[in-house]
């Protein structure tokens, strides 16, 4: 294996029952990679990670993850990963501070237990109760436990589900700083924009097979809908002959004039555009510039959204 390569899947399939959950699939997550798996409910990501994870066998096909098969070498793959799951449960009535002990002592391998709650910003409540801790906190004590054996490789399952938005950019941050310190990280997210920013490579999944495996930024370039919208707001409606084939929609009228111009160079058309008003003795109320996004090819490949 080489050694720039976390992880392996090659022609990986699973059952259950008549179910097929994976269909031969294959992918490789390079070393220090922020990997993203993309795909609505039954997708199969759960799938592929367990067996990962070596909770599950494969049927068909081989897997290896850090160099190691996880069915003949689980407790050595231990070792080294971390795992933070989408809920954890705790005991309320330990303190941060003890349950973060207790965890370090399972692994040979510890990591220094006081870089660790700064990394996720609970030094001041390292001797609180599980209890008083609130959902945000109990999300960041769960990313530091995935943390505490120093691991090579982690794998966070929905990691900011049901968090504020506030609380899910401090977990981005942190999420910035394991990449910075070299590991691997996993992550499943439902929130495109999350894996749109954290994500060096992202694979798309539908229905047991991977659909799509690139990076953020060569998906969106991939997909059908590369050209960016302008909408914009006229104080009366804009004659733009001059836009030629480019023919700009009206999308209301209701004593201003709303248009949207979709466009393949936004610099010229912005430029004809502000000619077009001054030309006409119009006023431009508002202008926005959308390009297309993660989600656009996510919907484009699967047809439907991802939390569905």
């Known amino acids: 294996m080489n050694e720039n390569t976390a992880v392996r899947v090659k022609n990986v399939s699973k059952r259950y029952g008549r179910t097929l959950a994976l269909d031969k699939v294959s992918l490789e997550i390079g070393s220090g990679e922020v990997f993203g798996l993309l795909g609505r409910n039954g997708a199969g990501k759960t ?3 367990e067996i ?10 081989k897997v290896s993850v850090l160099g190691f098969d996880p069915t003949r070498q689980l407790d050595s793959i231990k070792q080294r990963i971390g ?16 349950i973060m002990q207790q965890f370090r002592s399972y692994y040979k391998r510890q990591g220094d237990l006081d870089e660790l709650l700064a990394l996720v910003a609970l030094n001041e409540k390292r001797n609180s109760f599980i209890s008083d801790l609130s959902l945000g906190q109990k999300q ?10 120093d691991p090579d490789m982690v794998f966070l399952d929905e990691p900011t589900a049901g968090l504020d938005a506030q609380v899910r950019r401090q977990l981005w941050h942190t999420i910035g700083q394991m990449k910075q310190s070299g590991k691997t990280i996993l992550l499943t997210t439902h929130y495109i924009e999350e894996a749109e920013l954290l994500c060096d490579r992202v694979c798309i999944m539908d229905a047991g097979r991977t659909i799509a495996l690139d990076t953020p930024a060569n998906l969106i370039a991939r997909g059908q809908q590369r050209l960016a919208r302008i909408c914009f707001t006229t104080i009366k409606p804009l004659a733009l002959d001059q836009f030629g084939g480019a023919s700009p929609t009206l999308l209301s009228l209701n004593g201003n004039a709303r248009y949207a111009l979709e466009v393949e160079n936004t610099g010229p058309a ?17 202008l926005q510039i959308n390009r297309a996004t993660l989600e656009d090819v996510f919907l484009e490949l699967t047809g439907k959204e991802i939390g569905q």
Do not use: C, M, P, Y
């Open 83 to 98: 795992i933070q799951l989408q809920s954890s449960s705790f005991f309320h009535k330990l303190r941060v501070v003890e």
């Open 52 to 61: 990962l994870e070596g909770l599950r066998t494969v049927d068909e096909g």
């Open 47 to 49: 799938s592929l990670i």
């Open 140 to 149: 960041r004590l769960a990313l530091a436990l995935a943390l505490v054996n």
């Open 270 to 286: 912005i430029v004809q555009l502000v000619s077009a008003i001054a030309q006409q003795n119009n006023e431009l109320l508002e």
